[in-house]
């Protein structure tokens, strides 16, 4: 069964998108491995390194020991890697064969800084699968009743059209389909974008 991966920092954001990437599993019958990346530590002894280490594992044990009974079909495991983020990430999502990365942003409590700012736009670049962010303070328990899907006129936006039409479909929702315009000269092309996106939609459900 493939894994949904989770960065966690252990801050509060982070935990929240642990939540969302529970709730997707349970829809989309997926295991749920959660992720701490031990960096390298130039100026940390070794002995430091491993006390940090050790409370990283209590945490992560206590977090899947909380949110395992939320798991209706898989199960839900933690993994420290070590070396940067971005590429940790990515070769765990690579090994596990995920759907989906999940991360929370701007969260950042006490114990690492991880997922913010660039850490999250390298995440986006170097994972094999779709990036999932989560923003500290989002109420995911709330129905996601609407998808906003901005378009431009360029060989990667739509890209993402396949990823929220399946999310789409796990959470019963809207889709609105935002087209953005650069120059007036380009709006032709853009409404055909625009188009063969809400016809794609259509026909996927």
């Known amino acids: 069964m493939r894994s949904i ?21 349970n829809k989309i019958n997926c295991n749920v491995s959660v992720i701490w990346v ?8 070794e002995e430091e390194v491993q ?33 940067k983020v971005a590429a940790a990430i990515a070769r765990q999502a690579r090994h596990h064969n995920a759907p989906l990365v999940v991360i929370g942003t701007n969260g950042a409590s006490g114990f690492e800084k991880y997922w913010m700012g660039s850490t999250a736009v390298r995440i986006v670049q170097d994972s094999p699968c779709p990036v999932l962010t989560i923003r500290e303070g989002f109420d995911f328990h709330k129905k996601l009743e609407h998808i906003v899907v901005p378009i431009r006129i360029n060989a990667t936006s739509r890209q993402k059209v396949p990823t929220a039409a399946r999310m789409g479909k796990i959470f019963h929702s809207t889709i609105h389909i935002l087209g953005l315009l650069d ?7 853009l409404n055909t974008y625009l188009h063969q996106t809400q016809e794609f939609l259509q026909h996927e459900g």
């Open 5 to 25: 991966i989770v960065g966690t920092d252990f801050s509060e954001g982070s935990y929240v998108a642990l939540e969302l990437a529970i709730d997707i599993a």
């Open 38 to 45: 031990k960096r390298e530590k130039i100026l940390m002894s």
């Open 51 to 83: 006390n940090m280490t050790q409370v990283a594992e209590k945490k992560l044990t206590a977090l899947c020991e909380k949110f395992s009974p939320k798991m209706k079909r898989g199960k839900i495991e933690w993994e420290i890697c070590t070396g």
């Open 183 to 189: 120059k007036a000269s380009d709006e032709p092309t």
